[in-house]
């Protein structure tokens, strides 16, 4: 009998599960703006999704449908959300652009950041913030503790 992985293939130890008003539009939203490929879905009797998975880049997501009757909620009706999922990419400033074409908010413009990322923030239709960036270059702890105070904070 073959062994179960604790950890299935193609998953992480740490893994987004959305919550979105719409998880079906969320799916189409997630291909157009950051090359998501669908991996499956579940739905209900009623229509909603009650489980689908995503993979942006290397990484899986799951996505639920919201359900009020079961206490889940999107970000939306929530009145937004604490959480940022962060998404690194070869190229931020395409892939900003085209989340922003695809119908996210850019809600801190593409930069270059002290950390050695070239970084930017999106909020997306469905109110999940999101942060992405593309490494341009190392930059030692020392470094960053020196650059911090020019930010202003």
């Not at 400033?93 to 695809?102: I, S």
Request: charged residues 20%; contains cysteine; negative net charge.
């Amino acid at each position: 009998m073959p062994t179960v992985k604790p950890i299935p293939n193609d998953m992480h130890s740490v893994t987004p599960h959305l919550v979105c008003a719409g998880a079906a539009e969320a799916i189409e939203f997630y291909k157009k703006a950051f090359n998501a490929t669908e991996l499956g879905r579940l739905p209900g009797p009623q229509g909603k999704l009650m489980h689908a998975l995503i993979r942006i880049g290397d990484s899986s997501v799951m996505l639920v449908d919201e359900m009020p009757e079961w206490g889940s909620f999107g970000p939306k009706s929530l009145k937004g959300s604490p959480v940022t999922i962060h998404l690194y990419v070869e190229d931020v400033d395409t892939v900003v652009a085209r989340a922003v074409g695809a119908g996210a908010t850019a809600t801190m413009p593409v930069a270059d950041m002290f950390w050695g990322d070239r970084y930017g923030k999106l909020e997306d239709p469905f109110g999940h913030q999101w942060s992405v960036a593309t490494h341009i270059r190392d930059v030692s702890p020392e470094e960053m503790q020196q650059a911090m105070p020019k930010m202003g904070g």
